[in-house]
Structure formats: structure tokens, C-alpha cells
């Protein structure tokens, strides 16, 4: 088994609270919903998209 190690940066970008505040400015500057969906990527756990999930378990928040 291969355990990943992020700096503490990364996972500071990698968060869901970056991920809701890159959604919450989104929302202001294109008054479009946004939505915050966890993914299985360990990279990318989080990541905001304008569309909804087809999957809503992966919903997270909607910032609307």
C-alpha cells in the first residue's frame, strides 16, 4: 500500500473550505450556482463545478 504526503500547502488548497470559497466567488462574479462535490481523486478531493453531479452523495454544498 502507497501512502501519499502533501505538503501543507497543497492540502490547505486541497480543502473543502478553499473549495467553498472558490465557489462563493464564483457565485458573485457569474451569478450561476455552484456546487461543492467530493471526488475519489486524493489530489483533488474536492472540486466545484456549475453543473450538478449526477451522483447527489457527492454533493457537498450548493452555493446558490
Given at each position: 500500500?502507497?501512502?501519499?504526503?502533501?505538503s501543507a500547502?497543497?492540502?490547505?488548497l486541497?480543502?473543502?473550505?478553499?473549495?467553498?470559497?472558490?465557489?462563493?466567488?464564483?457565485?458573485e462574479?457569474t451569478?450561476v450556482?455552484?456546487f461543492?462535490?467530493r471526488?475519489?481523486?486524493?489530489?483533488?478531493?474536492?472540486?466545484?463545478?456549475?453543473?450538478?453531479?449526477?451522483?447527489?452523495?457527492?454533493?457537498?454544498?450548493?452555493?446558490a
Amino acid at each position: 500500500m502507497t501512502i501519499i504526503s502533501f505538503s501543507a500547502r497543497r492540502t490547505r488548497l486541497a480543502s473543502f473550505e478553499n473549495a467553498y470559497a472558490v465557489a462563493v466567488q464564483l457565485r458573485e462574479t457569474t451569478g450561476v450556482d455552484q456546487f461543492v462535490v467530493r471526488t475519489d481523486n486524493p489530489i483533488q478531493p474536492f472540486r466545484v463545478s456549475r453543473h450538478q453531479p449526477r451522483h447527489p452523495e457527492t454533493v457537498l454544498a450548493l452555493v446558490a
